[in-house]
């Protein structure tokens, strides 16, 4: 049973940094990936990495965010956060034996598995 636990979230100043981290409960994902929903918005990605650690990030988060893995976790460094940064980040993570070629994996459709989720806050 694959689990995806999120942790690291929290309240920062505009400016500041924080780590978000995600643990998978199994090994190997095809592809891992970093969403986020802020309040009254959709759902948007916010980066994504593959097998062979071929990265892409929104462009409201280049040169900010950083995507890496280790291991069984998951890595989202952010600095120089903004308000607009504010959100629910969520973690999520595909097999190669489930992943749907004609999917993008900027495209939340392309992920099975997901964390519940962890609050970044900046104010």
């Known amino acids: 049973h694959v689990q995806l636990v999120e942790s690291g979230g929290g309240l920062v100043p505009p400016g500041g940094s924080l780590r978000l981290s995600c643990t998978a409960s199994?090994?190997?994902?095809?592809?891992m990936a970093w969403f986020r929903r802020p309040p009254g918005k959709e759902r948007e990605e916010v980066a994504t990495i593959d097998t062979i650690d071929n990265i892409n990030y929104a462009d409201s988060v280049k040169e900010r965010f950083s995507i890496y893995k280790d291991l069984n976790t998951l890595y989202l460094r952010m600095n120089s956060l903004k308000p607009e940064d504010t959100a629910m980040y969520y973690c999520a993570a595909q097999t190669l034996t489930s992943y749907n070629s004609w999917l993008s994996l900027r495209d939340p459709l392309a992920y099975r598995y997901w964390g519940q989720g962890t609050q970044v806050t900046v104010s």
């Open positions: 199994v090994g190997s994902f095809y592809c």
